[in-house]
């Protein structure tokens, strides 16, 4: 729950600052919005969710 709900910020702001600086219109915002609730209920959706896992442990186990 922790993953989406970061991953879900983490969209949000990437989200917000393509608005502010580069000039993503409210139209595509909604567009790609939308896309995400109708992605998130199709048969595709466990793979992709699986493949966010994967990176986060991936990125989780790299050390600096």
């Known amino acids: 729950m922790i993953l989406s709900v ?20 409210p139209s595509h915002m909604c567009v790609s919005t939308l896309f995400g609730f ?14 966010g896992e994967s990176l986060a442990s991936l990125l989780g186990g790299v050390r600096f």
């Open 38 to 51: 109708y992605l998130a209920s199709t048969a595709i959706a466990p793979s992709i969710k699986a493949g």
């Open 6 to 25: 970061s991953g879900v910020i983490l969209l949000g702001t990437i989200v917000f600052i393509f608005f502010r600086k580069d000039g993503l219109k």
